[in-house]
Nanobody, 118 residues
Framework: QVQLVESGGGSVQAGGSLKLSCAAS????????MAWYRQAPGKEREWVSV????????YYAESVKGRFTISRDNAKDTLYLQMNSLIVEDTAVYLCAACRGPRDYNYWGQGTQVTVSS
């Protein structure tokens, strides 16, 4: 049974930082592309960042480029998202996703809330 469990969310003032984690189990973590998405109230889910199984190849949404850093530790089966210079618009539930299929990611976590106040 595949499980993705996010942690590290919380409330922070604008300009602050948070580091999210996503602990994976139930599949071969190192074999899958992984991603972070976010969903703000009343908005559609938004892709944030993706990292390939090689731990090196990464891509970012323009809205977070230069502020967020995605990483993974295949030895620990954990995905990370370091978020710096947070702005109010970053407020959302952040979800990790694993193993890209033909249409969407096959596995999703429950999400962790990030709230940025001005």
């Amino acid at each position: 049974q595949v499980q993705l469990v996010e942690s590290g969310g919380g409330s922070v003032q604008a300009g602050g930082s948070l580091k999210l984690s996503c602990a994976a189990s139930g599949y071969v973590f190192s074999s899958c592309r992984m991603a972070w998405y976010r969903q703000a109230p009343g908005k559609e889910r938004e892709w944030v960042s993706v990292i390939a199984s090689d731990e090196v190849t990464t891509y970012y949404a323009e809205s977070v480029k230069g502020r967020f850093t995605i990483s993974r530790d295949n030895a620990k089966d954990t995905l990370y998202l370091q978020m710096n210079s947070l702005i109010v618009e970053d407020t959302a539930v952040y979800l990790c996703a694993a193993c890209r299929g033909p249409r969407d990611y096959n596995y999703w976590g429950q999400g962790t809330q990030v709230t940025v106040s001005s």
